[in-house]
C-alpha cells in the first residue's frame, strides 16, 4: 500500500525550545494511526506543522506523493487534509447546518456576481452544498440539530460536529486531535465505531491523537509515541503497550518527576 | 408555478420615497429633505463599513477616507463636465459613470491598503487603517488640481432624494444578496474563528482583501453623493471624527446586523440635527460655551453606553425578515 502521508526528518523549535523533534513515519493509505504521548510531548504542534499552521524548522512533509512543507492551510485543506482541534474550534454563532457547509471549498463558488445575482449555477451549487452538508450530519447522528446555533450544542456533540465539518471538505486524510476528550464512557465506545465507519464510508486515513488508551489500542492500527518531542516508541499497539520507554513516559510522570 | 418572491426591500423604498413625496405637499421643506438625503448616504456608509467590521470580522477605522476618494474622483469628473455645458438634466448618465468610477477609485485604494496590512488583527488593524484615511485626506488637502484646503468647489447638485434613494437600495441590495450567500458565509466563518476558516480550505487574506474593496467601493459611492449633495468636497469633511460616526452607527444598530446599520444611520443622523440645533439654542438662550459641535461629545458617550451596556447594539447579529433570503426548501 502508498502512503497518504509521509513526513521525513520533521523538527520544529519555538524559541529555544525543540517542540517535535526528528520525526520519521509513513501512514499508509487507509490507515488508522494513532499518535499518543504525555502532554506537552509535541503531538498538537505535529497536527500544526502538518495542516501547515507552521512551517517545521526542518524536514519535509509529503502528502499524496506531493510536497506540502510550509504550504498555506487552506491550500493544504483543499489537497484533501482536514482536522480538527484538541479545543473546539467551532463557528459558535452560525447554524450546525452552516458550519457543515461552508467547510466544502473543494468545489469552486460562484462568482460574487452571480452569488448576488442568484444566478441559476449558484443555486445549483448551494443545493450541492445542502445535500452533502445534511447527509454529513446524518452520518455524525446530528441532522435533527441542523437548524440550532452551533455554539448550544453540548460538548460531545460538538466534537461530532467538528469532525463533520472536516468530513465536508472531502479529505483523504483526517486529523483529529483528542476527539474523545470530554466525553463519557459510552460516548467514547460510540465514537470509536464511528471513526472506524467513517474511515470505510468515506475512504480516508485517520491520524488521531489520543490520551485514552483503551479507545487507543482498541482503533488503531499502529501507533507512534512521543515523548518531549522525541519518537520513543513505534508499531503495532501490542508492541508499544509493552515497550518499556513507553511504560516509563506514563509510570515516570505519575511517579511525579 | 413557481410564485416569485415578494421584492420587500424595493417596496419598502418604494414607499419610503411616496411617503416623502407626499410630504413634501404639506410642509416637508428643504432641510428634512436634506436630513433624510443625509440619512440615506449614512445608511450607505454604515452598511458598507458593516461588511468590514461586522460579516468579515476585521476592524477598519478609515471608512471615510474611502468616501473622500469616491468624492473627490466623482465631483472632479462631475465639475469638469459641468464646465464644458451646465445642463445637469443632460449629465445624468454621466454623473453614474463619475459616482462609479469614484467608486471603482476607493475600492483600488481599498486593495492596495487591503494586501499589506489584512495580516494584522484587532487593534494594528485599526491603528493602521485610521493612519491611512488621515494619509488620503491629507493628500486630497495638498493637491491644488482638487482645490486643497480650500476644497473642491462647484460640484452641480446631482444627488437628488430619488438618486441617493436609488444607490442606497442598490446597495443594501448587494451587500444583503452577498451576506447571505456562500460569500457571506465564508466571510462570516472567518469572523468567528479565522484559523478554523483557514483550516477548511476557505483563502482567508482573499476575501479579507475581497470585502474591504467591496466596502470602500461602496463607501466610495456614498462619498461621491455627499459631495453632490453639498456641492462640495473638502478634507474636513472625511476627518477621522466622522469615521468614528459611522463606526459608532455600526455598533448601535449592531455589528454585523445590516437591519442595524440603516435604523442606525437614520436615527443617529437625525439625532446629530437635533442635538446640533438644540445646542446652538442652548448656547444663544444661556450664553454656555456648548457650540453645535458638542453633538459629538454626546456621540462619544453613546459609544461608551454601547460598550458598557450593550455591546450587542440595536439588533445583535439578527436581521429584519425583508433582509433575509429564506432557503429554497424550508417556506
Ligand atoms: N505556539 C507555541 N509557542 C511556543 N510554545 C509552544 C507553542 N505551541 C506549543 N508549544 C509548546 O510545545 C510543546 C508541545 O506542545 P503540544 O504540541 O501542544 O503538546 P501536546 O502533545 O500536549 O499536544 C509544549 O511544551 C508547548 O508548551
Ligand atoms: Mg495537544
Not at chain 2, 477616507?65 to 445637469?88: C, D
Not at chain 2, 491629507?138 to 468647489?153: K, S
Not at chain 2, 438618486?163 to 472567518?190: C, D, W
Request: charged share 15%; with cysteine; proline share 4%.
Amino acid at each position: 500500500m502508498s502512503a497518504v502521508l509521509k513526513v521525513t526528518g520533521m523538527s520544529h523549535w519555538f524559541g529555544g525550545l525543540k517542540a517535535v523533534s526528528n520525526f520519521n513515519f509513513e501512514v499508509p493509505e487507509g490507515a488508522i494511526y494513532g499518535l499518543i504521548g504525555p502532554n506537552g510531548s509535541g503531538k498538537t504542534t505535529t497536527f500544526n506543522l502538518i495542516t501547515g499552521i507552521y512551517k517545521p524548522t526542518e524536514g519535509k512533509i509529503e502528502f499524496s506523493g506531493g510536497d506540502i512543507t510550509g504550504a498555506k492551510p487552506y491550500r493544504i485543506v483543499r489537497k484533501g487534509v482536514a482536522r480538527t482541534f484538541q479545543n473546539l474550534r467551532i463557528f459558535g454563532s452560525m447554524s450546525v447546518l452552516d458550519n457543515v457547509r461552508v467547510a466544502r471549498q473543494y468545489a469552486p463558488v460562484s462568482s460574487f456576481l452571480a452569488s448576488t445575482l442568484r444566478l441559476p449555477s449558484y443555486k445549483a451549487e448551494e443545493r450541492a452544498r445542502k445535500a452533502e452538508a445534511m447527509n454529513l450530519l446524518d452520518v455524525l447522528h446530528l441532522s435533527g440539530r441542523a437548524k440550532e446555533q452551533a455554539k448550544n450544542l453540548p460538548y460531545g456533540e460538538l466534537r461530532r460536529l467538528e469532525i463533520a465539518r472536516a468530513l465536508a471538505t472531502n479529505p483523504s486524510l483526517l486529523l483529529l486531535d483528542e476527539p474523545a476528550a470530554g466525553m463519557n464512557p459510552k460516548e467514547v465506545q460510540d465514537l470509536m465505531a464511528l471513526i472506524a465507519r467513517v474511515r470505510d464510508e468515506f475512504k480516508v486515513t485517520v491520524f488521531l491523537i489520543e490520551h485514552h488508551m483503551k479507545f487507543v489500542m482498541g482503533l488503531c492500527e499502529r501507533i507512534k509515541v512521543l515523548d518531549f518531542g522525541e519518537t520513543i516508541a513505534e508499531g503495532v499497539p501490542e508492541l508499544v503497550a509493552k515497550d518499556p520507554r513507553v511504560l516509563e513516559a506514563y509510570l515516570g510522570k505519575k511517579g511525579g518527576h | 408555478m413557481k410564485i416569485p418572491r415578494t421584492p420587500w426591500l424595493l417596496v419598502v423604498a418604494a414607499g419610503f420615497w411616496a411617503a416623502v413625496q407626499l410630504l413634501r405637499l404639506v410642509g416637508f421643506n428643504d432641510y428634512y429633505l436634506f436630513i433624510a438625503n443625509l440619512s440615506l448616504v449614512y445608511v450607505i456608509l454604515a452598511v458598507s463599513l458593516n461588511l468590514i467590521n461586522g460579516i468579515i470580522g476585521q476592524f477598519s477605522l478609515g471608512h471615510m477616507g474611502f468616501a473622500a476618494v469616491g468624492a473627490y474622483v466623482s465631483g472632479s469628473i462631475t465639475t469638469l463636465i459641468f464646465k464644458l455645458s451646465p445642463n445637469v438634466a443632460a449629465h445624468y448618465p454621466g454623473f453614474v459613470l463619475a459616482l462609479v468610477a469614484g467608486g471603482v477609485a476607493a475600492a483600488l485604494v481599498g486593495v492596495a491598503i487591503g494586501f499589506p496590512t489584512l495580516r494584522l488583527k484587532g487593534d494594528y488593524l485599526a491603528i493602521v487603517t485610521l493612519g491611512f484615511g488621515e494619509i488620503i485626506r491629507t493628500v486630497f488637502n495638498n493637491i491644488d488640481a482638487v482645490g486643497g484646503p480650500r476644497g473642491l468647489l462647484g460640484i452641480p447638485k446631482f444627488s437628488t432624494f430619488t438618486v441617493i434613494l436609488a444607490f442606497a437600495l442598490i446597495t443594501v441590495a448587494v451587500i444583503r444578496n452577498i451576506a447571505e450567500s456562500a460569500h457571506g458565509r465564508n466571510m462570516i466563518a472567518i469572523r468567528e474563528n479565522e484559523l478554523a476558516a483557514d483550516l477548511v480550505g476557505i483563502d482567508t487574506t482573499g476575501y479579507k482583501v475581497k470585502a474591504f474593496a467591496l466596502g470602500a467601493f461602496f463607501a466610495g459611492i456614498g462619498g461621491g453623493l455627499y459631495a453632490h449633495l453639498l456641492q462640495i468636497a473638502h478634507p474636513t469633511q472625511f476627518g477621522f471624527i466622522y469615521s468614528v460616526q459611522v463606526l459608532i452607527m455600526v455598533y448601535a444598530g449592531g455589528v454585523g446586523s445590516l437591519t442595524g446599520s440603516v435604523l442606525a444611520a437614520f436615527a443617529l443622523t437625525i439625532l446629530t440635527q437635533l442635538l446640533k440645533s438644540g445646542l446652538s439654542s442652548l448656547k444663544s438662550l444661556t450664553g454656555l460655551p456648548i457650540g453645535g459641535d458638542w453633538y459629538m461629545v454626546l456621540y462619544a458617550l453613546l459609544l461608551i453606553l454601547i460598550m458598557l451596556y450593550r455591546t450587542e447594539g440595536l439588533m445583535g447579529t439578527r436581521e429584519a425578515k425583508l433582509m433575509v433570503i429564506p432557503e429554497e426548501d424550508d417556506k
